[in-house]
């Protein structure tokens, strides 16, 4: 019961494009201890079908983390952009 009250405070941030980015980003954001929670959009039923129309899932957090959080993903993002060829 108490979990609801929490996950009311929690807003989406982001939309994530793969897995890979969203254990990058969990891992940053639990080492800093930031509350976070990632949600994925795969679905067994229809087999990860919405996860190429939407991307691989979102991360929410408290308000007063959003703008953090946008700050991390997109450095992770500017640096996992220098590695493609």
Same mark, same amino acid.
């Given at each position: 019961?108490?979990?609801?009250?929490?996950?009311? #405070? /929690?807003?989406?941030?982001?939309?994530?494009?793969?897995?890979?980015?969203?254990?990058?980003?969990?891992? !940053?954001?639990?080492?800093? #201890?930031?509350?976070?929670?990632? *949600?994925?959009? /795969? #679905?067994? &039923?229809?087999?990860? @079908?919405?996860?190429?129309?939407?991307?691989?899932?979102? !991360?929410?957090? $408290?308000?007063?983390?959003?703008e953090? !959080?946008k700050? !991390?993903?997109?450095?992770? *993002?500017?640096?996992? &952009?220098?590695? @493609? $060829?």
């Amino acid at each position: 019961m108490a979990l609801v009250g929490i996950m009311e #405070d /929690y807003t989406k941030i982001a939309t994530l494009e793969n897995e890979f980015e969203a254990q990058l980003l969990e891992s !940053i954001l639990l080492e800093r #201890d930031i509350p976070h929670m990632l *949600r994925s959009y /795969y #679905d067994t &039923a229809f087999d990860g @079908l919405f996860q190429t129309q939407k991307g691989w899932g979102y !991360i929410s957090a $408290p308000k007063e983390h959003v703008e953090e !959080i946008k700050e !991390i993903l997109s450095d992770l *993002r500017e640096k996992n &952009a220098d590695l @493609l $060829p």
